[in-house]
């Protein structure tokens, strides 16, 4: 909770006008200290820095604001009973409020969301706290019929649009492995190989990002062309394994140099590959990982 010095400063707009919004519209209605002072809970700050955008940069009334906030508030859909459970993670509010606007469609808000948690936490935990178990509730409730696949292709495409905005930010050592990252055919489970691609590229690789369902068909041409040195593969599926293996003994004879990662739920480790490495799902052990290699 912060009080109403805090909350200004966060938002960065004067404590007359927090004060204005909620006594003459009713725009939020903070919690009060026993001594009666306002406490701000992160659902009023992010609803106070909805109207503002509002305000501000749509060039929409405070008044008009305040009555599509409110409204959008009364079209959400509840939280079913079994989210409730397997969500009650430090950051299932966020989590929470973006499936939310996920469930309808609303893309405005989802963005907004996104953009107000970047600003308030670090990237690394909005990518592995929020958006990944969010992704997780948006498969099982797509899986369950609860959304579209229209759902999830909207949520898929922002997503991947926050992440390419990060890999773009980190600047890259030519003395590095060039890397491809991407799935077999089939294959098209992709937040994994982001989270991964991301990690490589906080610590300087240059990472080309193909992504899921990618054929085999050019890819010898492709690493040999441009000297591409680590390829990351992502399996969700373990039916896919075959498929993956095949891709790796290809690109070996094609590049006998070339080094793979694996990763995802559905990789089945085999031994007796030099030029492989099964990664986990933690970032520790990547990191970890990393710090062995002699790049
Ligand atoms: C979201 C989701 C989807 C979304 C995918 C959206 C997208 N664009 O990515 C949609 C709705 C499209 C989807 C579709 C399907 N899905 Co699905 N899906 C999921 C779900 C719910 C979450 C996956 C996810 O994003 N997890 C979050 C990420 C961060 O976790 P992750 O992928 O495991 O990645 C972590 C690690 O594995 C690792 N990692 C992953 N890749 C890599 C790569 C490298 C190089 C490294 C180092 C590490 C690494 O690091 C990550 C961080 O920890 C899972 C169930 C679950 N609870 O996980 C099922 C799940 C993966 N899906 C599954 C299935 C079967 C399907 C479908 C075939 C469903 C169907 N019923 O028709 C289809 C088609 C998929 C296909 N052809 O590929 C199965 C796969 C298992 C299996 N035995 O095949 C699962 C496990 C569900 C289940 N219990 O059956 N799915």
Known sequence: MYNIKAAAKILDMPKVTIRSWETRYSAITPARTESGHRLYSDQNLEDLKWLKIQVQNNGMKISEAVKKLHASRKQFITPTGDFSQS???EYSEQINQLFQAAAEMDAERFNYLLDLHF?????QKVFFSIIAPLMIRIGEAWEDGVISVAHEHMIT?????????FFRVFPTSP?????????PSGEQHQLGLLLFTLFLRENGFSVVYIGPDTPLDGLEEMV?????KLMCLSIASPALMGVANQYM?????????MQFILGGQGVVEQKNNSN???LGTDLKVWQQWLAEQNF
């Open 87 to 89: 969500n009650n993670s």
């Open 119 to 123: 600003s308030l936490f670090h990237h």
């Open 157 to 165: 495409h922002i997503v991947q649009q926050r992440f390419n905005q």
């Open 175 to 183: 003395t590095l492995p060039k890397v491809m990252a991407l799935s």
């Open 224 to 228: 040999v062309k441009h000297n591409f």
């Open 249 to 257: 003994d290809t690109l070996s004879k094609a590049k006998p140099e």
């Open 276 to 278: 492989r490495w099964y």
